[in-house]
Antibody, heavy 119, light 112 residues
Framework: QVQLQESGPGLVKPSETLSLTCAVSGYSISSGYYWGWIRQPPGKGLEWIGSIYHSGSTYYNPSLKSRVTISVDTSKNQFSLKLSSVTAADTAVYYC????????????WGQGTMVTVSS | QSALTQPRSVSGSPGQSVTISCTGTSSDVGGYNYVSWYQQHPGKAPKLMIYDVSKRPSGVPDRFSGSKSGNTASLTISGLQAEDEADYYCCSYAGSYTLNYVFGTGTKVTVL
């Protein structure tokens, strides 16, 4: 059974970089699929942040592209999100998820981790 | 890119059917058969209910069905049950030349 688990600081200061990791169990990332990040501000809707293919190709939401970096570490079977120059507007629950093929929906999700941007 | 438009809320009695619309443009919903629907209960992660417009993942009841006409996709829940009360989000591929997704604004389904 494939499982995803997000981890990282729950509090980040404004202007700093938010860093999260998604550990994958039950499947080897290097074998395939797209792996993505999606966020949800408190009381609001979902927003796709970006995805990475198992080979390392990355795809980002155009509205966040200048601040986002997604990378994969196959040796640790995990992938990561970095979001720079954060503001209060980046406060959200961050989910990692798996997309089975290009353009497909996200079939498996992590439980999510809340990140608050505040000084 | 703008969020796809969904009604803020829909409601129905147990056993009834409800339909949630998801309106986009020819650059997203209307342009590709990559529309997915998610169910989210309070405090929980979203769950994939429909993918590729009308396909159901294993384990999702056949009470849930999806369709698309032009720039509008729809999710229908037949035989509404208490556990169907949740938020529902549509999502569409919006890439053209690169991978890109846009989500809907979300709909609260209330079982009366």
């Amino acid at each position: 059974q494939v499982q995803l688990q997000e981890s990282g600081p729950g509090l980040v200061k404004p202007s700093e970089t938010l860093s999260l990791t998604c550990a994958v169990s039950g499947y080897s990332i290097s074998s395939g699929y797209y792996w993505g990040w999606i966020r949800q501000p408190p009381g609001k809707g979902l927003e796709w942040i970006g995805s990475i293919y198992h080979s390392g190709s990355t795809y980002y939401n155009p509205s966040l592209k200048s601040r986002v970096t997604i990378s994969v570490d196959t040796s640790k079977n995990q992938f990561s999100l970095k979001l720079s120059s954060v503001t209060a507007a980046d406060t959200a629950v961050y989910y990692c998820a798996r997309q089975d093929y290009y353009g497909s929906g996200s079939s498996i999700w992590g439980q999510g981790t809340m990140v608050t941007v505040s000084s | 890119q703008s969020a796809l438009t969904q009604p803020r809320s829909v409601s129905g009695s147990p056993g009834q059917s409800v339909t949630i619309s998801c309106t986009g443009t020819s650059s997203d919903v209307g342009g590709y058969n990559y529309v997915s629907w998610y169910q989210q209960h309070p405090g929980k992660a979203p769950k994939l209910m429909i993918y590729d417009v009308s396909k159901r993942p294993s384990g999702v009841p056949d009470r849930f069905s999806g369709s698309k006409s032009g720039n509008t996709a729809s999710l229908t829940i037949s035989g509404l049950q208490a556990e169907d009360e949740a938020d529902y989000y549509c999502c569409s591929y919006a890439g053209s030349y690169t991978l890109n997704y846009v989500f809907g604004t979300g709909t609260k389904v209330t079982v009366l």
